[in-house]
Structure formats: structure tokens, C-alpha cells
């Protein structure tokens, strides 16, 4: 059960801590012709600007890369153009034509070292809400980011866990597509939807709105209670792409009223959070599409 009372206090604090720090704004660049420099820890990322979106988001988005890449300790920056870091990481996105769900969106990233060798390729499918498309969107720009940053370390080989020798070989985990959520209050349809987006990235789940192998649908339903209260339902559902039902999974809770009519904020991430071991346990209750 969430605990949603509990997360103010949490939120209250995380307030007070100011803003994050980013320990690799202006510091020195490698320029020597050092073969050290192909090391991507040694000199950084120089994330730039995204060639075929928007300026609402063609800067947002490698600042959010950015910053996920740091967060790894693969220390990176968003620039215009790259004047000396060690490696380079450009996007190119193609976009399908607009429809009522928004912008359909594919971003081929490319990494390349100093020497201008391509050092790995991603392909990210991606859907950009309308109003993100024409005036921006912070937490769209920082899930879109941060999938991209956990692919490049990946790449990289960060946070890689080494193989040993007889070690079982890593389950390819199925892609989703997570639908905004139905019937929810404020601004939960989409903050929920990109929260929930984040932690099954986190846990290796590929985020895929053009071709999933699972389509992640979810709806809120809310009901008076007692004393000024109000119970809260919100339930998942999972579907193959074939249509074949792999189950739901709900949480449950009651709240003051009102207390989900406004922005949702880091409270989306909490309920994300609770239900994140359930709905990945509900996610690969089938394999992914061959």
C-alpha cells in the first residue's frame, strides 16, 4: 500500500537540499593527441544538441543526458559543439507524422571517440507528447535523457556487472509501451505514466512506443471515504502484442481529499516505486518477441 502521507515530509526534505551540483562544469578539456583521451572516464562526453527537434527540446534533452551520465560517473557535459572532450555523443531524430497521441519520434545516437570513430550506435523509439513537442517538457526531456544515458553506459560497459566463468547468460527483458493513465486527477495522466517509464528503465526494461513487445495500460479510480478522506484505486494492465492478457496489478490507499489535484511531483515516483518489483514481475510473466 502507498503511503502518500509519508512522501510529503520525504518531498519537504529533498527541497531543502538545494540543487545538485555538476562537478565537471568547466573543467578542463584534453586537447593533446593522447591515445589516454579515447577513455571516456579520462576527458568526458560532449552531449550535443539533437538534430531534428524542435529548440524546445534539441538542447533539453542532451542536458538531461548529461546530467543521467554523470549521475554514473561517466562525466559529461551538454555543449553546442564539442571544443576538446574525448568523446561525442549526437542524435539524429526522425519523426513520423503527428498524431492525436503526439509526435512519434526515433533518435539514432551516436557515440564517437576524438579520432571521430564510431564507438557504439542506439536506436531510441520515443513518443513526445504535443504540448512537450511545441513548448518544451521537463520531465519529458529527462526520461527521454536519461534512457538514452543508460544505454551509452551501457555501451561503455558501466554498471556492467563482469561475467564470470559458467555464468548464466542475461534474460533479454521484453520492451513497453506505457500508456498514460485514465481517469487520473491533476497532472497524473502523464506524470505517473513517465515516472513508471523511468523505474522499469532503471531496471533494464527498453521503452518502445512504435514496435513493444508489451503494451502497459493503466487507470485511477478514486471514491469517497470518511472524514474529509477519499480511497484511491489505481490498476495496471499488460497485454502482448498479439493481445494476449498477461494480468493486472493494483495498488490501493486512502488520501486526504484532493491531494492528487494539483501537480503530483515526486509523489508519482513513490507510487511508481511501490509498484515497481509487480508490474516487472507482471512484465515478464511472458518472454519477449523474437
Known sequence: MIRLLA??????????????????LGAPQATANDPLIDIPTAVGIAVVPVRGLPDTLNMAIPRATADRLQALEIPAEAVPTNAGLGFTLEGTAET????????????????KSRRGAVTGTHRQNVLIPDEAWQKGDGPTSTLIGGEAAAAIA??????????????????????????????????????LRLAVIQILNEQGVRRDDVTPDITLTCAMSSKPATDGLQQVEIVWQAKTKDGADLGTMRLDNTIPNGALDGPWGPTAFAI???????????????????
Open 7 to 24: 512522501v510529503v515530509s520525504m518531498i519537504l526534505a529533498l527541497a531543502a537540499c538545494g540543487e545538485v551540483g555538476r562537478p565537471f
Open 154 to 191: 551501457a555501451l561503455l560497459g558501466a554498471d556492467m556487472p563482469i561475467a564470470s566463468a559458467g555464468a548464466k547468460p542475461v534474460v533479454q527483458l521484453p520492451t513497453v509501451s506505457v500508456k498514460p493513465v485514465e481517469g487520473a486527477s491533476g497532472d497524473g495522466r502523464e506524470s
Open 96 to 111: 513520423a507524422a503527428p498524431s492525436p497521441a503526439g509526435h512519434t519520434v526515433s533518435i539514432f545516437w551516436v557515440l
Open 272 to 290: 511508481a516505486d511501490a509498484a515497481r518489483a509487480d508490474l516487472i514481475r507482471l512484465i515478464t510473466s511472458a518472454p519477449p518477441a523474437k
